[in-house]
């Protein structure tokens, strides 16, 4: 092997660091697809439940959550090894957040006390977008599209939808987060 | 550690699978697909410089059915890990002493 310059070792370690970040960028995108797409078809499940079938809709929430939560906790230990020391402490701490940001949904609809469904539907997209937004200004800029779409259908659909909104909801909601896992999955590692 | 050149793992697409590959922890593996994706290259470069990691005993490969569809996966083995951390120690102390290695 030829003698190796700096300059020709820091394009080296320049490479390594590139391809260290791809796939950083390619294994957070795999989990955080998973996340999108189980969520996406559990809220559109339960507001299309909730549109068919509203006599179900008390435990179809529930229920649906509970399944949710279940597989997300599942979902973290089958996906974390994956990653590093680093990145798997971090899984935790998102875990964590989204859970926080549910907690403080219920403490602020509590608060506010919201005399309608389509009021509720508002402040929780409207939360929803803020943490998807958040989420994505730190990591991965589709994040920062789907929350700005769920915040803008969840403000338009109560004031455009009148007999079909939950059907609307499901879509605009579900369908979005179901689109943005879609589009990570299918994206991968390409920057 | 031994400081020096490792030319095996210095070439560019070896270097970068081995970045990649070191990137997860222990017994995690990549799909071909998603390491050709990382790399940006084609199957059969991809092919060719894991079959020389392999002969190495850098990394480890794997090929498997999942629903009747072929699959290959590659890992880094704890041979690999320490050539390629020697090799960034190497680079790294050529840009330290600013001497050619």
Redesign the interface.
Known sequence: ?T????A???A??H??????Q???R??FRGITSDFLLLWGVAIGAAYTITQFAPRYAWIAWPALQLVGWALTVVLVLLRR?????GG?RRTWQWLLSALAMVVFGHLLLTMLDPVDYRQEGLIWSLIFAFGFTLAGVWTEPALVACGLAVGALGVMIPVWTTSFYFLSMAAAWGGVQIACGLWLRLT???S | MTVE?N?LI?Q?TR???M??L????G??T?DFT?LK???ETTDGNLGTHLDALEKAGYVAIEKLFEARRPKTRVKATPSGRRAFAEH?AY??S??A?????
């Open positions: 092997m003698d190796l310059t700096p020709d070792a820091s080296a370690l490479d390594i660091e590139r391809a260290e791809r796939t950083y390619a294994i090894p994956r990653l590093s020391a798997r991968g590692a390409r | 050149a030319p210095h560019d270097l970068r699978i970045a990649a070191n990137r997860l922890s017994p995690a990549l998603a994706a990382i790399l960034v680079l790294r050529i840009i002493s600013g001497e050619p290695g």
